[in-house]
């Protein structure tokens, strides 16, 4: 009798110790970079840090991160993914511990020891962050298996961003919040050994060749909607609480606001994972993105609480949801995992653009109207993204009417 928590039972494409490794792995790359805001809170009154080198430093992990995810691209098919996450945890776990003490140091001020310590956790979290994309690339199932990763992700994740204000408040702010994120690396980190490792022969490599799919116009096609999609929802996410305070929602209605995107987020991405490509990645780029988009513009234009809130909600599952599915299309591109490690790392370093680009543009506009371009720019995205699914689905069916016209091998 099958066990279910047999940990080799297959799971996607995987078995469920792969499923926790991918799951444990954006978890620890991403826990720094969405406490952010109680890590810039608790610098601030632990440190009497000025908000600016607090956001900057906040900034600087984030960036780190995504860079080092996009140069890991370049190489990720000559290096064991498990060894590279594994090295990512030990540098994030050393740059959170040190973090915790950065006020100790007689020698150094602690915003240098800072600097010096955050960086050092934003090359670890890309080194982990870029394995877990690659880890699933090549495998016929990765688009589910790497979904349903974010969606476990994602859950740990809310569970930490509930808890972390208690723990500034109680437990000498900044040093607590850096313990806590060392100890949850720490305890989640031993799961990394088990992370996928595809890696093909040379032989492979030079019989394969390049699908269709992977021509230049279709490959620059995909990360131009990629971008413009994890810009416009940047611009949207940055001012949701400006929107908040032009309708008079309370502190509590602000709050409750704002915390549907990441609930949102958990079923959006489970269900990224769940559906892979049954429904045809044309029709499910272009109904999510265009449900991202009416829900911008129900933001820029409600006054209702209720509306707004519900609005928030649906940006948050399907935020996530397009989040996932851009990125888990990318583990169909090739097997060595060099586009979806860009992916990942293009993902972060682009959604990080869209507080500045929609700055940029409140300049001359009214927040609503950010927020309406962020909806404009959503549906370019699914008109970018639509010729891009064609080549791949004429891609796939031609796969399978070459294989099954093959002689089958006795």
Sequence with gaps: MLNFFNAERPFFGGSLLAWMAVTCAVFISWHGALGIPVQVGALIDGLDMSAKDAG?????????????????????DRWHKPIIALLGLGL????????????????????????????????GAGLMYG?????????????????????????????????LPWVTTHWHQQQGVYLVLAALSIGFGGFLL????????????????????????NITLYFIALSLFNVAIGMDWSFADRRADA??????????????????????????????DRFGRVRTFVVALSICAVTCFVMARSNSVLAMVLAMLCLGVFELFVMTYFIATATRFDRQGHWVTLAGGMTMLTYG???????????????????EVAGLTCIAAALVQIPVCLAMERNVREEQLASAESPVAL
């Design 353 to 371: 653009l869209g507080p500045s680009v929609g700055g940029y543009l409140a300049e001359f506009i009214t927040i609503s109207q950010v927020c």
């Design 92 to 123: 994030a776990i050393i740059g959170q511990g040190v973090s915790a003490i950065a006020h100790t140091f007689e020698l150094f001020d602690a915003y240098q020891v800072l600097l010096v310590t955050r960086f050092l956790v934003g090359v």
């Design 194 to 217: 088990k992370m996928p490792d595809p890696r093909i022969s040379v032989e492979e490599k030079k019989s394969n060749g390049q699908p269709a799919l992977l021509s230049p116009t």
């Design 131 to 163: 394995a877990a994309c690659a880890s699933v690339a090549g495998n016929p199932s990765g688009d589910r298996l790497f979904g349903l990763g974010m969606s476990g992700a994602q859950v740990l994740l809310t569970l930490m961003l509930f808890a």
């Design 247 to 276: 309708i008079g929602m309370t502190d509590e209605e602000a709050g409750s606001f704002l915390a549907m995107m990441p609930m949102g987020g958990i079923i959006g991405s489970g269900v990224a994972g769940l559906i892979g």
């Design 56 to 76: 900057f430093l906040g900034s600087l992990e984030l960036t780190t991160m995504s860079v080092v995810a996009i140069l890991l691209a370049i190489r990720i």
